[in-house]
């Protein structure tokens, strides 16, 4: 499986707006899903990130509850490149972004869970800094 590869990352101020961008591949037309991670600055590299935002072979997607209304998560239609826009971004949203691709059935708000993307591949992530 080839790692994804995400950008789009940078810093902006509280407020503002950033998209990013995943180059996916292995991409099925069933069961299959492709998600966003965050993982806080503070964080060690072995914990838990938090699911921000995934969409599944259907192009149906699912969000964390803090980020309904200001990040939508699209697949374009060659199913290779997966973008997150994020609007209204807050300070305590800055961190390490990371993009995963798994395989299998699991309910839409469990496919934002880090354990279930634990046999998938990852990406190496992208920066963003959000200032106050």
């Known amino acids: 499986q080839v790692r994804p590869v995400e950008s789009g990352g940078g810093s902006v101020q509280a407020g503002g707006s950033l998209k990013l961008s995943c180059a996916v591949s292995?991409?099925?037309?069933?069961?299959?899903?492709v998600a966003w991670f965050r993982q806080d600055p503070d964080d060690g590299p072995g914990s838990e990130r938090e699911?921000?935002?995934?969409?599944?072979?259907?192009?149906?997607?699912n969000y964390a509850r803090s980020v309904r209304g200001r990040f939508a998560v699209s697949l374009d239609n060659t199913k290779s490149t997966l973008v997150l826009q994020m609007d209204s971004l807050k300070p305590e949203e800055s961190g390490m972004y990371y993009c995963?691709?798994?395989?299998?059935?699991?309910?839409?708000?469990?496919?934002?869970?880090?354990?279930?993307?634990?046999?998938?591949?990852w990406g190496q992530g992208t920066q963003v800094s959000v200032s106050s």
């Open positions: 292995g991409y099925r037309d069933t069961d299959t899903y």
């Open positions: 699911g921000i935002a995934s969409i599944d072979s259907y192009g149906y997607p």
């Open positions: 995963a691709i798994a395989y299998g059935r699991v309910r839409g708000p469990a496919s934002l869970s880090h354990g279930w993307y634990r046999d998938g591949t």
